[in-house]
């Protein structure tokens, strides 16, 4: 039996799961498939816009959540509080600069510790918009629009996931100074099929990377930083872009793009190295289907244990002394819902704030800037990530829950996807080791 | 103002309009067509794709039943590619038990339309996820058509015979001249919608094919004519589930048929009268009644992924008629405004269903031949409209020749197998005012994910396409365009690759006839009038200004760059145009399927914090998904 057993294996169970596992709790993490981080930027998004004000990005995301407190009280940040935000967040950093894939923020590495003043980077993306971002893998942060080089953004003739021309338009369009260029993908791969973790594990090779280093040197004018679509090696990704950088003679800069996300890819396999050698065991394909609880009866219930279903085998009954829900909302699987608009979460059939009411669940507009209503809400909790009922009360004494799970938030729209994971992950783990210390 | 004359100008670019562009144009009259957005916008791009058999009418409308298997047959041939010979069952559900089957037999004999019942254990082995407690079934030669497909090629197959089609053209007002009881229609004003831009069109004879619109386009003339919309609700599910279509052996009722087109299976329909044929609410009813309704012949279809739900209007026209949308006779309406309201020069087609589209059309054109002096005979059911030769489409197409050709690469819409080329080949020879009108001619974004990767590379492309200056300067090239572009080959991954085009290899087909009956009139090519079409009113003639030849697409001229092509408004668009049809059926895998394309759009790229976020399009208020409350939330 272990002390944790955490269903997820995104971004916020994999940072609950490392907190538990580094205070010595014997850890387990079941997924039914991995996280969203192979979907997302690569990042580490803290508040980009905010729900008053969405048209201009937040500038300081920490004092951004200290303003939420009135206006937002049910936010996950303002139940944690912004310091316990920064704390998790220096985690997260050193974490990361430990495992050799450095995340830093506009003011450089390292700059974060004891600071609230530290500014959103503004990134440009694959369409030339500029995503605010608080953290960013240190292939990105050449990006950053304060810096003053101007841009030539790098694509490769008949790559379908990345379109330099339109980046560099809309970047003019705001602006700055930006340009596009072509080089075959010949330079890359040969293979007729082929996605964006395909050339990457090219670029793992160090002639080929050379060589692409050489060619970006003939197209880059003297002063000008350099953005390629962001696949510059896997599994050698530190050395591909050092050799880049050198071969190239100019900072060299990586930008996400559709899924499958090579900075998220990179991310997932740092975290679960480290976790595997704490002796984490991480099992991928393990979906949570349910659970035997006590309920509550005056006081908070418990979880008796969860069940796992798998394609090879009859459910598996896992007991612990605690447990997490970090399977996402909606966007995770966390969530499942009909068409009679029932929406319901899946393990522990946990109480929602999303209206059992499909015409309640959408605006007229994809883009309407206030979001739509299905996906803001969530379960909710108290400020130790115990999830609660209406009344406020914890419903079991032995479940936490962390990231997209939770209700109050939109990460998607207010940028904070990964924010809220590394916090509300953090926090979770840091309450489940005080709880099974007492 | 630009200014346009012509003999008979066609208002409505859905199947009849463009049927009968097409027929009047191989008759010799120079013909205009004008249609207020893109092909098939209107009800021809909306319905749920069943080349009828005339199965579903036998009982309640046999005149329309003959007409259909009549025009089936026909259709098999001049637009075989065009269909899919799926056949078709009506089956006897434990819910339908009564006197109904043996008049339904009875009434297929009675009307011409071929008929065989087959033992429920044979139809269960073609199609084994039909309810196994079904009683009876018959089989007809129901069978599923690509209208946006079809209608292209009847569009092609009218340039070739000298029509001019004028999309993004909307009638603003007839013109009409004379006093009470003289009175005459000799043209019309009509707006550029793309260009922002007014048209005069002269013409002797106006015919009105706006089918669910007519009475609008009548009112213009002061004649008011019962044309009431029925609107019909339909879903599209992830799986096909059938290869054949499946109705209910009952009389005709909501959510009552399967349709399987292409890749999806679509259950249709309901019918109920509404306002205005333009802005169609779909309620969270619709959608769970076609869902209910399709369980009963294919059990559990319910709990397969939906991905799309839309509705389209049937023009429904009955003179002193008051009764349920659903009663309303399926046989179309030509009314000849001379004769009933004393307006010479204008006719209105209107009713019917696709199926009839071509014999529609023909009567139509034999109206309007009456009265402008009769030229040659319609050859319209023995002339094959280009592509025809390829013979009936099938659902592998695709896959094959991409895996023959190793195109995997060359992906960019997954979901229906569209590659770069085929992409750039259609936006290349039929310029585009948003994204939706390159759906509609590839299958862009039709599948699961609606959208989440192709939009960013379909916009991704089509903008290096304008910066290398596809659609500037070179004058020959538009020119040519409607002439090179063969649409045969449109859906084809294999004769589109590397922007090579189809143009190269285009086989020499062109209207050849059908069956084993010698060509005679018109049709072919070779024999096509020589008509130049369109003088231009006080401006000297120009090349780019020969009507024929110019596409039908306006917005594209030498040297500009039209605010209507900027790549933030066509992503923006044509997310939104995704989102409406989504929106009704959001819940399970497809909600979570939705999410990912916000995680994708909104954070990854943060589009919606683009510049240019102010720029509309002609189309971009008619992709807003109505949610205003309705206090009919229950089927009434």
Known sequence: MSDLFVIGAGLSGLMAAYTAARAGLRVQVVTKGLGSMHWAAGTVDVMGYTPEELSRPVQRPLEAIQALAHSHPEHPYVLLGSHQVQVALEEFTALMAELGLPYGGAGGFGALAHSTSGDNLLLPSAVGALRPAFLAPSAQLAGDMARPEPLLIVGFTGLRDFYPELIAENLAKQGFQARAAFLPLSLLTEQADRNNVHLAQALDLQARRLKLGGELKRLARAGERIGLPALLGLDDHAAALADLSAAAGAPIFEIPTLPPSVPGMRLYKALRARLWRMGVRIDVGLEGIGANVIAANGTAGRVQWVETATTTSRPLKHRAKAYLLATGGILGGGFDSDHTGRIWETVFDLPLTIPQARHQWFRPAFMDPAGHPVFNGGVAVNAAMQPVGADGQVLYANLWAAGGALAGADPIQQHSLEGLAIATGWAAGQAIVRALAQ | ?636
């Open chain 2, 1 to 636: 103002m630009k200014r346009i004359e012509t003999e008979i100008l066609v208002v409505g670019g859905g199947a009849t309009g463009t049927g009968i562009a097409w027929d009047a144009a191989l008759r010799g009259f120079k013909v205009t067509l004008i249609e207020k957005r893109d092909l098939t916008h209107g009800t021809t791009g909306r319905y749920h794709g069943l080349l009828h058999s005339g199965g579903r009418y036998v009982v309640k409308d046999p005149v329309s039943a003959t007409e259909c298997i009549h025009e089936n047959r026909i259709l098999r041939k001049t637009h075989a590619h065009c269909i899919e010979n799926t056949s078709g069952f009506f089956a006897v559900t434990p819910e339908d038990e009564g006197p109904y089957p043996d008049k339904f037999l009875e009434g297929c004999r009675a009307t011409g339309v071929d008929c065989a019942e087959i033992s429920v254990a044979d139809a269960l082995r073609r199609e084994p996820l039909l309810n196994p407690r079904i009683s009876r079934v018959f089989e007809v030669p129901d069978g599923t058509a690509d209208s946006f497909l079809a209608t292209h090629a009847t569009v092609q197959a009218a340039r070739h015979a000298g029509a001019q089609i004028l999309t993004y053209h909307e009638l603003m007002g007839l013109i009409i001249e004379g006093g009470d009881g003289n009175r005459r229609v000799v043209g019309a004003k009509v707006r550029d919608v793309a260009k922002g831009m007014d048209v005069e069109i002269r013409a002797q004879m106006v015919i009105n094919a706006t089918g669910a619109w007519a009475g609008m386009v009548t009112q213009m003339a002061g004649v008011a004519i019962s044309v009431v919309p029925g609107k019909g609700v339909m879903v599209a599910m992830n799986h096909r589930a059938l290869n054949t279509v499946v109705n209910r052996c009952k009389m005709p009722a909501d959510g009552d048929i399967i349709v399987p087109v292409h890749t999806v299976a679509i259950i249709g329909t309901t019918d109920e009268r509404v306002t205005d044929p333009e802005n169609l609410r779909i309620e969270p009813w619709e959608v769970n009644l076609m869902l209910e309704e399709g369980d009963k012949l294919v059990p559990n279809l319910s709990k397969a992924r939906v991905v799309r739900a839309w509705a389209g209007v049937r023009p429904l026209y009955q003179e002193d008629y008051a009764g349920a949308s659903r009663d309303a006779t399926r046989k179309f309406a030509l009314l000849d405004h001379k004769e009933r309201h004393g307006i010479d020069g204008f006719i209105t087609i209107t009713g019917g269903k696709w199926t009839t589209f071509r014999l529609m059309a023909e009567k139509t054109v034999d109206l309007a031949a009456s009265h402008l002096g009769a030229r040659k005979p319609c050859v319209t059911a023995t002339t094959a409209v280009p592509g025809a030769d390829q013979g009936n489409y099938w659902l592998g197409h695709r896959l094959h020749e991409i895996e023959e050709q190793k195109l995997q690469g060359q992906l960019i819409c997954e979901c229906e197998l569209v590659t770069r080329a085929m992409l750039e080949n259609a936006a290349k020879q039929n310029p585009l005012l948003t994204l939706d009108d390159l759906r509609r001619d590839v299958r862009l974004g039709m599948g699961p994910c609606q959208g989440g990767f192709c939009t960013y590379r379909a916009v991704g492309i089509i903008h290096e396409m304008g910066k290398a200056g596809v659609w500037e300067g070179d004058a020959g090239h538009q020119t040519h365009a409607a002439e090179e572009w063969d649409v045969a080959y449109i859906q084809s991954p294999a004769r589109n690759v590397n922007g090579s085009g189809s143009v190269g290899d285009r086989p020499q087909q062109q209207g050849g006839s059908v069956g084993d009956r010698p060509q005679q009139q018109g049709g072919s090519v070779g024999d096509r009038p020589q008509q130049q079409g369109g003088s231009v009113g006080d401006r000297p003639q120009q090349q780019g200004d020969r009507p024929q030849q110019q596409g039908d697409r306006p917005q594209q001229r030498a040297g500009q760059t039209p605010p209507l092509f900027n790549p933030n408004l066509l992503l923006r668009d044509f997310l939104q145009e995704r989102w409406k049809g989504v929106a009704p059926i959001l819940w399970g895998r497809q909600l979570k399927q939705e999410r990912l394309d916000e995680l994708i759009y909104l954070n990854v790229m943060n589009a919606d914090h683009l510049p240019d976020d102010q720029l509309a399009s002609a189309m971009t208020d008619f992709y807003l998904f109505d949610t205003t409350p309705n206090e009919h939330e229950v089927h009434p």
